[in-house]
């Protein structure tokens, strides 16, 4: 079966972009987002890893302008990728805004920066 994601990450200048995260099921936007250049190469580089034969686990602190704090993770592990996006808060680990897991190629295929 296949789980169709896009990633897309917009570069709006040198210091903010937008990161898109949909499925057929599920939408995220995170707008004003920091750093997203910095993000970009670290996503690249997370694939590049898996077409290598690594299985790496990378976890990013983000943040908007508004002051928003976000955990986002990749992992991959038994031919899977899994990807999570959560708010952080002070009060609890984080609230889960968007969570997907598939296969390499789909991850791959569906990563985009514009």
Do not use: C
């Not at 009060?91 to 991850?107: H, I, K, N, P, S």
């Amino acid at each position: 079966m296949s789980n169709p994601l896009e990633v897309k990450i917009y570069l709006d200048s040198m210091v903010t972009g937008s990161m898109i995260l949909k499925t057929k099921m599920k939408h995220y936007k995170i707008s004003g987002l920091l750093d997203a250049i910095p993000l970009a190469a670290e996503v690249v580089q997370f694939i590049r890893s898996v077409d290598a034969g690594a299985k790496p686990h990378s976890l990013f602190t983000l943040a908007d302008v508004q002051g928003r704090k976000y955990r986002f993770e990749l992992r991959f592990a038994d031919n899977r990728v899994y990807l999570g996006l959560k708010l952080k808060t002070e009060q609890t680990t984080g609230t889960m805004l968007f969570d997907w897991e598939g296969g390499f190629e789909a991850f791959k295929t569906g990563f985009k920066i514009i």
